[in-house]
Nanobody, 124 residues
Framework: VQLQASGGGLVQTGDSLKLSCVSS????????MAWFRQAPGKERTFVAA????????FYADSVKGRFVISGDRATNSINLQMNRLTPEDAARYYC??????????????????WGRGTQVTVSS
């Protein structure tokens, strides 16, 4: 299983950016998918997730109201629309999938498949 994130880049404060994550390789059934981010020297933190069964979305407080997660369960793909970006949003963004049906967790250790990430840089 491979998850490939794309869409990162260099933007200015206040700009928008849309990330995408697609899966390939062995067919799998995910129960949820998520975005995490990691800035240099910091831990990987939860950004947003979508629970396919509940049709629910979840967001970190720091991005609530600015970021929107969407996706397609059939293809195990998700997007992250990021608006009003600030330098604090700069990080490497990773997509993840959960296949054990444990629900959406904010700990990276509860997610089973990961992509390599895409870099987002926000200039002030």
């Amino acid at each position: 299983v491979q998850l490939q994130a794309s869409g990162g880049g260099l933007v200015q404060t206040g700009d928008s950016l849309k990330l995408s994550c697609v899966s390939s390789g062995r067919t799998f059934k995910s129960y949820a998918m998520a975005w995490f981010r990691q800035a240099p020297g910091k831990e990987r933190t939860f950004v947003a997730a979508i629970d396919w069964d509940e049709g629910a979305t979840f967001y970190a407080d720091s991005v609530k109201g600015r970021f929107v997660i969407s996706g397609d369960r059939a293809t195990n793909s998700i997007n992250l629309q990021m608006n009003r970006l600030t330098p604090e949003d700069a990080a490497r963004y990773y997509c993840a999938a959960e296949v054990l049906h444990v629900g959406v967790k904010e700990s990276q250790w509860d997610w089973n498949y990961w992509g390599r990430g895409t870099q987002v840089t926000v200039s002030s």
